[in-house]
């Protein structure tokens, strides 16, 4: 009777083992398979944030170029066209090549156009008259607004990317610069990017009709895809991505995996171990700046996604926007070693900040956001003091030595923002009013 028990006592523990063994390797497995795709996911991610902050910043280039043009022309009186070629000649030699011209627009009609070889028959043209121009041209007089446009038919023959600026002289609207971008360079650039990232995009601009497809390189499936939102120059841009070759399918790897999985039951501790820390590896890179240790952009959306209000004292967030001033003449003058050295040590003073509570990020190159909980009830001009005065030093190595200044807007709720990210627009804009009244540019 005791060998009758104990013969299929083993049995009962065999099955029993096998059972448990062969359930937690399918739950193991399809763990694996989630944190797999879950992996590849958070790879698009970074991968395509990447690719939209190149994208938006092969725009941004041009239009800091516009403004430097622009506080040349609103301070320069009357137009010299030697003066100003020479200007802008200097001002390109070393940028970007998407630029098909430059022009000035006197009230609503061009009167100056670089270069003037084949843009001769712009010049004249009352671009309030233009079907497809005068809409936005005259926005851009009444709201003084700058804005970005396109892709358009020009007035010269093809398509292009327009992007205007008010002339703002004696307090009064005067006219208008526009920077014309070659739309097919832009794409071709566009294009080139998504294949470094290996990448299907579609790029979609909003407007009150729906939206507009500026550019693809391959059929999306939209349910599967990543978004992204960038705002440029008063318009809103819906990034879809996906990886070029599609999202992995694990099915078939799976099932061989489960029927080899009930012979090896001591692998299953290993594998739980190693699938965890490839999980928490991939959060982190996904959500910390690898540079400076901060949270970065796609940390910032989880939190913004996932901050609960009721839970903030609301009245008491205070919103920070800092731009390092000058940082790419750093980068220029000392080389890209030491603005990483600098950026490092800017990131050090933030967690330094005399507040409590403090949320750090880094949104990208040198700009920085800082969400805290203002106790104290400082003023917003207070608050500023501080963080201008903390994030400014000297930087100092074996060969250099220079001062680190910076750009803050701060913004706390005053009764109409509901949300963060009211405050982080309101922030911005304070910020480079800020930046524009030290250039000289108001």
Not at 171 to 199: C, F, H, M, P, R
Not at 332 to 348: C, K, R, T
Not at 374 to 399: G, P
Request: one cysteine or more; proline letters at 1%; glycine letters at 6%.
């Amino acid at each position: 009777m005791t060998k009758l028990f104990e013969k299929y006592n083993a049995i009962l523990a065999f099955m029993l083992s096998l059972f448990i063994l062969s359930t937690l390797f399918h739950a193991s497995l399809f763990y694996f398979q989630k944190n797999m795709e879950d992996a590849q996911r958070l790879m698009i991610v970074e991968e395509g944030s990447f690719f939209e902050s190149e994208v938006s910043e092969s725009l941004q280039d041009n239009v800091d170029l516009l403004k430097g043009f622009s506080a040349y022309i609103e301070t320069s009186g009357q137009l010299d066209d030697d003066h100003a070629k020479i200007f802008l000649d200097n001002l390109l030699r070393d940028e970007i090549t998407l630029i098909r011209n430059v022009s000035i627009i006197d009230d609503t009609t061009i009167v100056w156009t670089y270069p003037k070889e084949g843009n001769e028959k712009a010049i004249g043209v009352d671009l309030a008259k233009v079907e497809g121009q005068a809409d936005d041209l005259l926005l851009v007089k009444e709201s003084l607004t700058s804005i970005s446009i396109g892709p358009v038919e020009l007035v010269q023959g093809g398509l292009g990317v327009i992007i205007r600026l008010p002339i703002v002289r004696d307090g009064s609207y005067w006219g208008q610069i526009s920077i014309v971008l070659d739309w097919e360079k832009y794409t071709d650039k566009v294009a080139i990017l998504a294949d470094e990232y290996n990448l299907k995009a579609h790029i979609y601009r909003m407007t009150d009709t729906g939206e507009v497809l500026l550019f693809e390189n391959g059929q999306v499936n939209s349910s599967d895809a990543v978004e992204f939102y960038d705002v440029f120059m008063a318009s809103t841009y819906r990034f879809v991505i996906e990886p070029e070759n599609g999202w992995n399918n694990y099915s078939k790897l799976m099932t061989v995996a489960r029927l080899i999985a009930i012979s090896i039951s001591f692998v299953i501790s290993l594998f739980i171990m190693w699938s965890i820390k490839t999980k928490n590896k991939m959060k982190i890179i996904a959500s910390v700046d690898g540079l400076t240790s901060l949270e970065n952009r796609y940390s910032l959306n989880q939190y913004l996604d996932n901050v609960l209000y009721d839970d903030l004292d609301f009245d008491s967030i205070l919103v920070a926007i800092i731009d390092i001033d000058k940082f790419k003449r750093i980068n220029d003058n000392y080389g890209h070693h030491v603005g990483d050295e600098v950026l490092v040590q800017f990131a050090d003073r933030l967690r330094n900040l005399p507040f409590k509570d403090l949320r750090l990020y880094r949104l990208g190159g040198d700009e920085f956001l800082v969400i805290l909980c203002n106790e104290q009830k400082l003023s917003v001009e207070s608050i500023e003091a501080i963080l201008t005065k903390q994030l400014s030093f000297n930087y100092t190595d074996q060969n250099y030595s220079f001062n680190v200044k910076s750009s803050v807007g701060c913004a706390m709720f005053d009764g109409k923002s509901a949300t963060i990210q009211d405050l982080m627009k309101r922030a911005d804009n304070k910020m480079y009013e800020e930046k524009k009244s030290l250039k000289g540019l108001r």
